[in-house]
């Protein structure tokens, strides 16, 4: 099946918050790398019957959390809506793979 716009993208897409981009744009890159970390890490998770499955729950609602900020772009009023980044999660990884 095909889907056309009719208006063609003119090799653009729009972030989050509105803002218009290059497909090839840096946060294109990045937010796409990131959901295909957690991809991945979700495949490996679905896989693995142990305590460390909790983990990657915890590491993919942050990878989630990434992926917004850089799909939104620079626009400060829709950033206010997303969740908080905080260095609490980065701690906890840190001590458990000490």
Same mark, same amino acid.
């Given at each position: 099946? #095909?889907i ?18 290059? #497909? ?33 729950? #915890? ?17 400060? #009023? ?11 999660p980065?701690?906890?990884?840190e001590?458990?793979?000490?």
């Amino acid at each position: 099946m #095909k889907i056309y716009t009719k208006s063609g993208d003119q090799g653009e897409t729009s972030l989050f918050g509105g803002e218009r981009v290059k #497909k090839h744009h840096l946060s294109i890159q990045a937010y796409g790398t990131v959901d295909e970390l957690n991809s991945w890490i979700g495949l490996i998770k679905d896989n693995i019957e142990t305590k460390e499955a909790d983990m990657l729950v #915890k590491i993919q609602e942050e990878l989630f959390t990434i992926g917004s900020y850089l799909a939104t772009g620079d626009n400060e #009023k829709m950033m206010v809506h997303l969740p908080k980044l905080e260095d609490e999660p980065i701690l906890e990884l840190e001590k458990v793979h000490r």
